[in-house]
């Protein structure tokens, strides 16, 4: 079955860290530029960070750079989002997608853009 498992959520204090990866079944890959978006209530989807299919390109919102780190390990069929300096406003539901690039330095930031989602994992940030 092709699909992408999230898993790292859970409870941290403001200025802790946590890392998220997202696994990827039955489908090669390295051919799929990797995002990371999150939802907190009431809000819209929104872009947190994307990676290439090679992982030679990376962009990430404004909101978050300096304190995450999006990067992929093909062989392993998994990406990471690592989540330093967590804040409060940081806190949302978490997802992970994929699409289909025939490129390697191809990135995509928009939701309607990807093709497989996750299921999502909780991110709590305390104050």
């Known amino acids: 079955q092709v699909q992408l498992v999230e898993s790292g959520g859970g409870l941290v204090q403001a200025g802790g860290s946590l890392r998220l990866s997202c696994a990827a079944s039955?489908?090669?890959?390295?051919?799929?530029?990797n995002g990371w978006f999150r939802q907190a209530p009431g809000k819209e989807r929104e872009f947190v960070a994307t990676?290439?299919?090679?992982?030679?390109?990376?962009v990430y919102a404004d909101s978050v750079k300096g304190r995450f780190t999006i990067s992929r390990d093909n062989a392993k069929n998994t990406a990471y989002l690592q989540m330093s300096t967590l804040k409060p406003e940081d806190t949302a539901v978490y997802y992970c997608?994929?699409?289909?690039?025939?490129?390697?330095?191809?990135?995509?930031?928009?939701?309607?853009?990807?093709?497989?989602w996750g299921q999502g994992t909780q991110v709590t940030v305390s104050s």
């Open positions: 039955e489908l090669t890959f390295s051919n799929f530029v």
């Open positions: 997608a994929v699409r289909s690039a025939s490129y390697n330095n191809i990135i995509f930031w928009k939701p309607g853009d990807y093709q497989l």
């Open positions: 990676i290439s299919r090679n992982g030679d390109t990376t």
